[in-house]
Protein backbone atom coordinates (compact mmCIF):
# COMPACT_ATOMS: atom_id res chain seq x y z
CA UNK A 1 0.00 0.00 0.00
CA UNK A 2 2.73 2.29 1.17
CA UNK A 3 4.72 1.88 -2.38
CA UNK A 4 1.37 2.28 -4.50
CA UNK A 5 1.12 5.81 -2.36
CA UNK A 6 4.55 6.89 -3.23
CA UNK A 7 3.91 5.70 -7.04
CA UNK A 8 1.07 8.36 -6.77
CA UNK A 9 2.86 10.57 -5.01
CA UNK A 10 5.84 10.74 -7.74
CA UNK A 11 3.44 10.80 -10.41
CA UNK A 12 1.50 13.94 -8.80
CA UNK A 13 5.19 15.55 -8.63
CA UNK A 14 6.23 14.67 -11.92
CA UNK A 15 2.98 16.25 -13.54
CA UNK A 16 3.89 19.10 -11.79
CA UNK A 17 7.28 19.02 -13.30
CA UNK A 18 5.89 18.92 -15.92
CA UNK A 19 3.72 21.79 -15.89
CA UNK A 20 6.39 23.91 -14.97
CA UNK A 21 4.58 24.63 -12.02
CA UNK A 22 6.52 24.39 -8.15
CA UNK A 23 7.56 21.73 -6.87
CA UNK A 24 10.80 20.24 -4.65
CA UNK A 25 12.96 16.89 -5.44
CA UNK A 26 12.22 15.84 -2.35
CA UNK A 27 8.62 15.17 -3.25
CA UNK A 28 9.94 12.65 -5.19
CA UNK A 29 9.95 9.28 -3.62
CA UNK A 30 13.31 7.55 -5.22
CA UNK A 31 13.62 3.37 -4.36
CA UNK A 32 13.88 0.38 -6.51
CA UNK A 33 10.56 -0.15 -6.28
CA UNK A 34 9.65 2.73 -7.60
CA UNK A 35 11.46 2.42 -10.52
CA UNK A 36 10.02 -0.78 -11.25
CA UNK A 37 6.46 0.69 -10.71
CA UNK A 38 7.07 3.86 -13.04
CA UNK A 39 9.24 1.71 -15.49
CA UNK A 40 5.59 -0.33 -15.20
CA UNK A 41 3.17 2.84 -15.81
CA UNK A 42 5.15 3.52 -19.07
CA UNK A 43 5.30 0.47 -21.02
CA UNK A 44 1.80 0.15 -19.94
CA UNK A 45 0.78 3.58 -21.67
CA UNK A 46 2.34 2.62 -25.14
CA UNK A 47 1.14 -0.83 -24.45
CA UNK A 48 -2.65 0.93 -24.75
CA UNK A 49 -2.14 3.58 -26.78
CA UNK A 50 -0.64 0.68 -29.39
CA UNK A 51 -3.90 -1.33 -28.91
CA UNK A 52 -6.21 1.09 -29.24
CA UNK A 53 -4.63 3.09 -31.87
CA UNK A 54 -4.97 -0.04 -34.13
CA UNK A 55 -8.04 -1.99 -32.67
CA UNK A 56 -10.59 -3.20 -32.88
CA UNK A 57 -8.85 -5.93 -35.08
CA UNK A 58 -5.02 -6.10 -34.05
CA UNK A 59 -2.84 -8.90 -32.91
CA UNK A 60 -0.03 -8.71 -30.04
CA UNK A 61 3.86 -7.84 -31.86
CA UNK A 62 6.61 -9.75 -29.61
CA UNK A 63 9.70 -7.60 -31.72
CA UNK A 64 7.96 -4.62 -30.33
CA UNK A 65 9.17 -5.54 -27.15
CA UNK A 66 12.77 -5.64 -28.25
CA UNK A 67 12.07 -2.35 -30.03
CA UNK A 68 10.82 -0.72 -26.04
CA UNK A 69 13.81 -2.65 -24.89
CA UNK A 70 16.17 -0.03 -26.85
CA UNK A 71 14.42 2.95 -26.56
CA UNK A 72 14.77 2.19 -22.59
CA UNK A 73 18.30 1.09 -22.83
CA UNK A 74 19.06 4.44 -24.25
CA UNK A 75 17.29 6.11 -21.72
CA UNK A 76 19.11 4.49 -18.69
CA UNK A 77 22.48 4.75 -20.51
CA UNK A 78 21.44 8.95 -21.41
CA UNK A 79 20.96 9.47 -17.74
CA UNK A 80 23.76 7.50 -16.48
CA UNK A 81 26.00 8.98 -18.57
CA UNK A 82 25.25 12.21 -17.32
CA UNK A 83 25.20 11.16 -14.00
CA UNK A 84 28.89 10.11 -14.26
CA UNK A 85 29.69 13.53 -15.59
CA UNK A 86 28.09 15.17 -13.04
CA UNK A 87 30.14 12.96 -10.47
CA UNK A 88 26.74 11.73 -9.16
CA UNK A 89 26.68 8.30 -10.06
CA UNK A 90 25.15 7.84 -6.52
CA UNK A 91 21.77 9.15 -7.60
CA UNK A 92 21.04 7.91 -10.65
CA UNK A 93 18.07 6.32 -8.90
CA UNK A 94 16.79 9.53 -8.24
CA UNK A 95 17.44 10.62 -11.42
CA UNK A 96 15.80 8.16 -12.95
CA UNK A 97 12.58 8.56 -10.87
CA UNK A 98 11.97 12.03 -11.62
CA UNK A 99 12.27 11.02 -15.81
CA UNK A 100 10.31 8.40 -15.28
CA UNK A 101 7.87 10.29 -13.47
CA UNK A 102 6.93 13.10 -15.90
CA UNK A 103 5.99 10.44 -18.72
CA UNK A 104 2.36 9.99 -17.46
CA UNK A 105 1.31 13.25 -18.11
CA UNK A 106 3.38 14.33 -20.96
CA UNK A 107 2.25 11.42 -23.18
CA UNK A 108 -1.29 12.24 -22.38
CA UNK A 109 -0.78 15.45 -23.14
CA UNK A 110 0.52 14.30 -26.52
CA UNK A 111 -2.27 11.60 -27.13
CA UNK A 112 -4.34 14.93 -26.83
CA UNK A 113 -2.78 16.29 -29.34
CA UNK A 114 -2.67 13.91 -31.74
CA UNK A 115 -6.53 13.42 -31.11
CA UNK A 116 -7.05 17.33 -32.34
CA UNK A 117 -4.94 16.86 -35.03
CA UNK A 118 -7.19 14.11 -36.60
CA UNK A 119 -10.05 16.59 -36.38
CA UNK A 120 -8.51 19.44 -37.66
CA UNK A 121 -8.78 19.82 -41.87
CA UNK A 122 -6.30 22.71 -42.63
CA UNK A 123 -3.28 20.12 -43.27
CA UNK A 124 -2.82 16.95 -44.10
CA UNK A 125 -2.16 14.01 -41.51
CA UNK A 126 1.37 13.66 -42.41
CA UNK A 127 2.30 17.73 -41.62
CA UNK A 128 -0.39 17.07 -38.36
CA UNK A 129 1.54 14.21 -37.08
CA UNK A 130 5.26 15.99 -37.90
CA UNK A 131 3.46 19.17 -36.21
CA UNK A 132 2.69 16.86 -32.98
CA UNK A 133 6.25 15.46 -32.65
CA UNK A 134 7.51 19.31 -33.03
CA UNK A 135 5.04 19.95 -30.16
CA UNK A 136 6.07 17.01 -28.04
CA UNK A 137 9.23 17.20 -28.25
CA UNK A 138 9.84 20.73 -27.59
CA UNK A 139 7.91 20.15 -24.24
CA UNK A 140 9.20 17.39 -23.57
CA UNK A 141 12.99 18.79 -23.59
CA UNK A 142 12.31 22.02 -22.18
CA UNK A 143 11.51 19.66 -18.96
CA UNK A 144 14.29 18.01 -19.15
CA UNK A 145 16.18 20.77 -19.41
CA UNK A 146 14.20 21.91 -16.16
CA UNK A 147 14.82 18.97 -14.00
CA UNK A 148 18.77 18.41 -15.12
CA UNK A 149 18.76 22.46 -14.46
CA UNK A 150 17.51 21.44 -10.54
CA UNK A 151 19.44 18.20 -10.09
CA UNK A 152 22.71 18.96 -10.30
CA UNK A 153 22.21 22.87 -10.40
CA UNK A 154 23.84 23.46 -13.54
CA UNK A 155 24.14 26.97 -15.17
CA UNK A 156 22.00 27.59 -18.65
CA UNK A 157 25.15 26.48 -20.89
CA UNK A 158 25.97 23.04 -19.70
CA UNK A 159 22.27 22.71 -19.06
CA UNK A 160 21.62 22.99 -22.79
CA UNK A 161 24.42 20.56 -23.59
CA UNK A 162 22.97 17.92 -21.68
CA UNK A 163 19.98 18.51 -22.94
CA UNK A 164 21.39 17.86 -26.00
CA UNK A 165 23.34 14.04 -25.02
CA UNK A 166 20.18 13.11 -23.78
CA UNK A 167 18.07 13.92 -26.81
CA UNK A 168 20.81 12.31 -29.26
CA UNK A 169 20.47 9.01 -27.33
CA UNK A 170 16.57 9.17 -27.25
CA UNK A 171 15.63 10.62 -30.17
CA UNK A 172 18.00 8.58 -32.70
CA UNK A 173 16.39 5.48 -32.71
CA UNK A 174 12.96 6.95 -33.62
CA UNK A 175 14.27 8.05 -36.66
CA UNK A 176 17.48 5.18 -37.63
CA UNK A 177 15.56 2.26 -36.84
CA UNK A 178 12.19 1.08 -38.21
CA UNK A 179 9.36 1.48 -35.79
CA UNK A 180 7.77 -1.63 -34.10
CA UNK A 181 4.60 -0.73 -32.24
CA UNK A 182 3.60 -3.53 -29.76
CA UNK A 183 0.50 -4.21 -31.79
CA UNK A 184 0.09 -4.07 -35.51
CA UNK A 185 -3.53 -4.07 -37.43
CA UNK A 186 -4.66 -7.11 -38.87
CA UNK A 187 -4.49 -6.76 -42.16
CA UNK A 188 -7.51 -5.81 -44.57
CA UNK A 189 -8.72 -9.17 -46.24
CA UNK A 190 -8.35 -8.70 -50.10
CA UNK A 191 -7.86 -12.21 -50.85
CA UNK A 192 -7.56 -15.58 -49.61
CA UNK A 193 -4.02 -16.37 -48.91
CA UNK A 194 -2.61 -19.84 -50.39
CA UNK A 195 0.17 -21.82 -48.28
CA UNK A 196 3.12 -20.16 -47.63
CA UNK A 197 5.99 -20.99 -49.98
CA UNK A 198 9.06 -23.34 -48.84
CA UNK A 199 11.51 -20.34 -48.10
CA UNK A 200 13.78 -19.36 -45.02
CA UNK A 201 11.48 -16.51 -43.90
CA UNK A 202 14.01 -15.54 -40.82
CA UNK A 203 17.12 -15.61 -43.69
CA UNK A 204 14.78 -13.34 -46.03
CA UNK A 205 13.92 -10.47 -43.51
CA UNK A 206 17.65 -10.71 -42.18
CA UNK A 207 19.00 -10.02 -45.86
CA UNK A 208 15.88 -6.90 -46.25
CA UNK A 209 18.82 -4.32 -45.77
CA UNK A 210 22.17 -5.98 -48.10
CA UNK A 211 19.32 -6.15 -50.73
CA UNK A 212 18.19 -2.75 -50.70
CA UNK A 213 21.70 -1.16 -50.26
CA UNK A 214 22.80 -3.74 -52.96
CA UNK A 215 19.90 -1.90 -55.49
CA UNK A 216 21.07 1.66 -54.82
CA UNK A 217 24.58 1.03 -54.85
CA UNK A 218 24.26 0.49 -58.72
CA UNK A 219 21.96 3.66 -59.24
CA UNK A 220 23.75 6.91 -60.46
CA UNK A 221 22.69 10.00 -59.20
CA UNK A 222 21.34 12.64 -61.06
CA UNK A 223 22.55 15.75 -63.60
CA UNK A 224 23.01 18.96 -61.63
CA UNK A 225 21.14 21.23 -63.85
CA UNK A 226 18.93 18.90 -65.79
CA UNK A 227 16.25 16.93 -65.34
CA UNK A 228 16.80 13.31 -64.79
CA UNK A 229 13.94 10.94 -64.11
CA UNK A 230 13.83 8.05 -61.04
CA UNK A 231 11.63 5.20 -61.16
CA UNK A 232 10.42 2.86 -58.64
CA UNK A 233 7.91 -0.63 -58.99
CA UNK A 234 6.64 -2.18 -56.62
CA UNK A 235 5.03 -5.72 -56.88
CA UNK A 236 2.42 -6.01 -54.10
CA UNK A 237 1.27 -9.89 -54.26
CA UNK A 238 3.00 -12.40 -54.54
CA UNK A 239 0.43 -14.96 -55.19
CA UNK A 240 0.30 -14.34 -58.70
CA UNK A 241 3.14 -14.16 -61.24
CA UNK A 242 1.16 -10.86 -63.67
CA UNK A 243 2.38 -8.42 -60.80
CA UNK A 244 6.04 -9.22 -60.74
CA UNK A 245 6.14 -9.76 -64.60
CA UNK A 246 4.30 -6.30 -65.07
CA UNK A 247 6.49 -4.29 -62.56
CA UNK A 248 9.45 -5.98 -64.52
CA UNK A 249 7.98 -4.50 -67.72
CA UNK A 250 7.05 -1.11 -66.63
CA UNK A 251 11.39 -0.99 -65.19
CA UNK A 252 11.75 -2.07 -68.66
CA UNK A 253 9.96 0.76 -70.60
CA UNK A 254 11.12 3.36 -68.21
CA UNK A 255 14.83 2.28 -68.45
CA UNK A 256 14.59 2.39 -72.48
CA UNK A 257 11.94 5.14 -73.48
CA UNK A 258 12.01 7.51 -70.41
CA UNK A 259 16.67 7.30 -69.81
CA UNK A 260 15.43 5.61 -66.51
CA UNK A 261 18.27 2.71 -66.63
CA UNK A 262 20.61 3.36 -63.87
CA UNK A 263 18.30 5.02 -62.13
CA UNK A 264 15.51 2.45 -61.43
CA UNK A 265 14.99 -0.39 -58.91
CA UNK A 266 11.97 -2.71 -57.78
CA UNK A 267 10.57 -4.28 -55.27
CA UNK A 268 8.48 -7.49 -55.28
CA UNK A 269 7.16 -10.08 -53.64
CA UNK A 270 7.20 -13.29 -55.05
CA UNK A 271 9.22 -16.63 -54.63
CA UNK A 272 11.24 -16.38 -57.22
CA UNK A 273 12.65 -13.34 -56.26
CA UNK A 274 12.77 -13.68 -52.72
CA UNK A 275 16.26 -14.13 -52.14
CA UNK A 276 17.84 -11.36 -54.94
CA UNK A 277 15.41 -8.73 -54.64
CA UNK A 278 13.97 -6.40 -51.74
CA UNK A 279 10.55 -7.42 -50.56
CA UNK A 280 7.36 -5.15 -51.81
CA UNK A 281 6.66 -3.60 -48.41
CA UNK A 282 5.62 -0.58 -46.58
CA UNK A 283 9.10 -0.21 -44.59
CA UNK A 284 11.31 -1.13 -48.39
CA UNK A 285 9.35 0.99 -49.87
CA UNK A 286 9.25 4.02 -47.67
CA UNK A 287 13.55 3.02 -46.95
CA UNK A 288 14.04 2.73 -50.63
CA UNK A 289 12.19 6.27 -51.48
CA UNK A 290 14.57 7.67 -49.17
CA UNK A 291 17.69 6.44 -50.39
CA UNK A 292 16.52 7.70 -54.39
CA UNK A 293 16.49 10.90 -52.98
CA UNK A 294 19.37 11.13 -51.67
CA UNK A 295 20.87 10.07 -55.57
CA UNK A 296 18.01 13.23 -56.82
CA UNK A 297 18.57 16.58 -57.32
CA UNK A 298 14.81 17.04 -55.45
CA UNK A 299 14.64 20.26 -57.46
CA UNK A 300 14.66 19.49 -60.57
CA UNK A 301 14.40 15.67 -61.13
CA UNK A 302 11.09 13.61 -61.12
CA UNK A 303 10.10 9.92 -59.12
CA UNK A 304 8.01 7.35 -61.09
CA UNK A 305 6.16 5.08 -58.42
CA UNK A 306 4.52 2.34 -60.44
CA UNK A 307 2.35 0.04 -57.60
CA UNK A 308 0.91 -3.37 -59.41
CA UNK A 309 -1.53 -5.44 -57.15
CA UNK A 310 -4.83 -6.08 -55.68
CA UNK A 311 -7.00 -3.46 -54.07
CA UNK A 312 -9.93 -3.26 -52.03
CA UNK A 313 -13.00 -1.53 -51.67
CA UNK A 314 -11.66 0.11 -48.63
CA UNK A 315 -8.84 1.75 -50.45
CA UNK A 316 -5.58 -0.65 -49.32
CA UNK A 317 -2.91 -2.20 -51.96
CA UNK A 318 -1.89 -5.85 -51.65
CA UNK A 319 1.45 -6.15 -49.80
CA UNK A 320 0.76 -9.84 -49.86
CA UNK A 321 3.23 -12.86 -49.43
CA UNK A 322 1.97 -16.01 -47.33
CA UNK A 323 3.76 -16.25 -43.81
CA UNK A 324 5.40 -12.72 -43.75
CA UNK A 325 2.51 -10.84 -41.93
CA UNK A 326 2.99 -7.58 -44.55
CA UNK A 327 0.94 -4.54 -43.98
CA UNK A 328 -1.67 -3.74 -47.30
CA UNK A 329 -0.15 -0.04 -48.17
CA UNK A 330 -3.09 3.38 -48.26
CA UNK A 331 -2.73 6.86 -49.58
CA UNK A 332 -1.05 7.94 -46.24
CA UNK A 333 1.66 5.18 -46.36
CA UNK A 334 2.57 6.52 -49.73
CA UNK A 335 2.29 9.76 -48.93
CA UNK A 336 4.28 9.81 -45.62
CA UNK A 337 7.40 7.77 -47.19
CA UNK A 338 7.41 10.54 -50.09
CA UNK A 339 7.00 13.40 -48.16
CA UNK A 340 9.57 12.42 -45.31
CA UNK A 341 12.11 12.01 -48.14
CA UNK A 342 11.09 15.38 -49.56
CA UNK A 343 10.23 13.71 -53.04
CA UNK A 344 8.91 17.13 -55.32
CA UNK A 345 8.14 15.85 -58.43
CA UNK A 346 5.89 12.75 -58.47
CA UNK A 347 4.20 10.43 -60.43
CA UNK A 348 2.35 7.75 -59.24
CA UNK A 349 0.92 5.19 -61.37
CA UNK A 350 -1.67 2.58 -59.36
CA UNK A 351 -2.48 -0.43 -61.17
CA UNK A 352 -5.17 -2.11 -58.79
CA UNK A 353 -9.12 -2.49 -58.04
CA UNK A 354 -10.52 0.58 -56.77
CA UNK A 355 -7.63 2.21 -57.37
CA UNK A 356 -9.12 5.53 -57.65
CA UNK A 357 -9.62 5.98 -54.16
CA UNK A 358 -6.17 6.88 -54.19
CA UNK A 359 -6.49 10.06 -56.02
CA UNK A 360 -7.53 13.19 -54.12
CA UNK A 361 -5.65 11.78 -50.74
CA UNK A 362 -1.62 11.86 -53.01
CA UNK A 363 -2.89 14.76 -55.49
CA UNK A 364 -1.01 17.93 -55.20
CA UNK A 365 0.03 20.77 -57.67
CA UNK A 366 3.76 18.71 -58.22
CA UNK A 367 1.68 14.84 -58.52
CA UNK A 368 0.51 13.36 -61.68
CA UNK A 369 -1.76 10.33 -60.06
CA UNK A 370 -3.07 7.90 -63.00
CA UNK A 371 -5.04 4.93 -61.90
CA UNK A 372 -6.61 1.92 -63.52
CA UNK A 373 -9.74 2.24 -62.20
CA UNK A 374 -11.97 4.85 -59.84
CA UNK A 375 -12.65 4.37 -56.26
CA UNK A 376 -15.68 2.29 -57.32
CA UNK A 377 -14.78 -0.27 -59.49
CA UNK A 378 -12.64 -3.39 -60.63
CA UNK A 379 -9.83 -3.41 -62.87
CA UNK A 380 -9.24 -6.88 -64.91
CA UNK A 381 -6.45 -8.56 -66.02
CA UNK A 382 -5.34 -10.32 -62.71
CA UNK A 383 -5.53 -13.81 -62.12
CA UNK A 384 -2.85 -15.25 -64.34
CA UNK A 385 0.94 -15.46 -65.02
CA UNK A 386 0.59 -13.29 -68.08
CA UNK A 387 2.90 -11.11 -68.64
CA UNK A 388 0.49 -7.63 -67.83
CA UNK A 389 -2.97 -6.64 -66.65
CA UNK A 390 -5.31 -4.74 -69.04
CA UNK A 391 -4.43 -1.31 -67.62
CA UNK A 392 -0.51 -2.28 -67.42
CA UNK A 393 -0.72 -3.86 -71.11
CA UNK A 394 -2.81 -0.61 -72.44
CA UNK A 395 -0.74 1.88 -70.72
CA UNK A 396 2.42 0.76 -70.46
CA UNK A 397 2.74 -1.18 -74.04
CA UNK A 398 0.35 0.30 -75.93
CA UNK A 399 0.83 4.11 -74.26
CA UNK A 400 4.06 5.03 -73.01
CA UNK A 401 5.68 2.97 -75.79
CA UNK A 402 4.17 4.39 -78.36
CA UNK A 403 3.77 7.88 -76.87
CA UNK A 404 6.61 8.49 -74.51
CA UNK A 405 4.15 10.71 -73.33
CA UNK A 406 2.49 10.42 -69.61
CA UNK A 407 -1.09 11.97 -70.39
CA UNK A 408 -1.22 10.81 -74.14
CA UNK A 409 -0.71 7.01 -73.18
CA UNK A 410 -3.38 7.23 -70.93
CA UNK A 411 -6.00 8.80 -73.40
CA UNK A 412 -4.31 5.89 -75.59
CA UNK A 413 -4.81 3.30 -72.46
CA UNK A 414 -8.30 4.73 -71.90
CA UNK A 415 -10.11 3.86 -74.90
CA UNK A 416 -8.32 0.35 -75.70
CA UNK A 417 -9.86 -1.02 -71.80
CA UNK A 418 -13.11 0.67 -72.40
CA UNK A 419 -13.10 -1.34 -76.22
CA UNK A 420 -12.00 -4.87 -74.49
CA UNK A 421 -13.75 -4.49 -71.16
CA UNK A 422 -17.27 -3.89 -73.13
CA UNK A 423 -16.39 -7.03 -76.03
CA UNK A 424 -15.83 -9.12 -72.87
CA UNK A 425 -18.86 -7.93 -71.27
CA UNK A 426 -17.60 -5.88 -68.19
CA UNK A 427 -18.35 -3.48 -66.53
CA UNK A 428 -16.32 -0.06 -67.13
CA UNK A 429 -13.24 -0.17 -64.69
CA UNK A 430 -13.31 3.61 -65.74
CA UNK A 431 -9.63 4.56 -65.46
CA UNK A 432 -8.49 8.00 -63.92
CA UNK A 433 -6.10 10.58 -64.19
CA UNK A 434 -5.22 13.69 -62.07
CA UNK A 435 -2.38 16.61 -63.00
CA UNK A 436 -1.46 18.78 -60.52
CA UNK A 437 -0.82 22.30 -62.27
CA UNK A 438 3.29 22.65 -61.86
CA UNK A 439 3.76 18.97 -62.56
CA UNK A 440 2.13 19.56 -66.07
CA UNK A 441 4.41 21.66 -66.92
CA UNK A 442 7.07 19.93 -65.54
CA UNK A 443 6.61 16.90 -67.38
CA UNK A 444 5.68 18.64 -70.66
CA UNK A 445 9.26 20.17 -70.69
CA UNK A 446 10.59 16.27 -69.87
CA UNK A 447 8.39 14.95 -72.41
CA UNK A 448 9.45 17.52 -75.07
CA UNK A 449 13.58 16.76 -74.48
CA UNK A 450 12.81 12.97 -74.87
CA UNK A 451 10.88 13.78 -78.31
CA UNK A 452 14.35 16.05 -79.52
CA UNK A 453 16.19 12.98 -78.23
CA UNK A 454 14.03 10.53 -79.72
CA UNK A 455 14.68 12.25 -83.12
CA UNK A 456 18.18 13.10 -82.83
CA UNK A 457 18.73 9.53 -82.21
CA UNK A 458 16.40 8.29 -85.48
CA UNK A 459 18.94 11.01 -86.99
CA UNK A 460 22.18 9.57 -86.52
CA UNK A 461 21.00 6.48 -86.87
CA UNK A 462 19.42 7.43 -90.71
CA UNK A 463 23.13 9.09 -91.29
CA UNK A 464 25.28 6.37 -90.69
Known amino acids: MRSLLELFANIIAGTRAALFMPVHLWLFKSNYIQICFLFIVSLSLSFVYDYFDTAPDNYFNPYGLSYQALLYLSFFFSLSLIAAINKRANDLGKLIVLFLSVVPVIWLGSVCLLALSKQQIYIDSYQANWTVFILYSFWYLLVVGRLLKRFFYLQYLPTLTYVCVYALFNFSPLFLLPTEPLWYPQQTTIKNVSAAPNINIESVYYSQNTLLERSVDNLIEGKTGVADLFFIGFAGDADEDVFMNETRSAQSIFDDYFNAFGRS?????????????????????????????????????????????????????????????????????????????GIKWRVIIISACYSGGFIRPLADPYTLVITAANAKQNSFGCGHDGQYTYFGEAYLENGLKQTRSFVRAFDVARTIIAERETSEGFESSEPQIMMGSEIEKKLMEYEKKLETKATNNWAVTASD
Do not use: R
Open 265 to 341: LVLINNEDTVTNVPLANGHNLKSSIKKIANLMNIDEDILVLFLTSHGSEDHFLSANFPSFNLNNLNAETINSALNGA
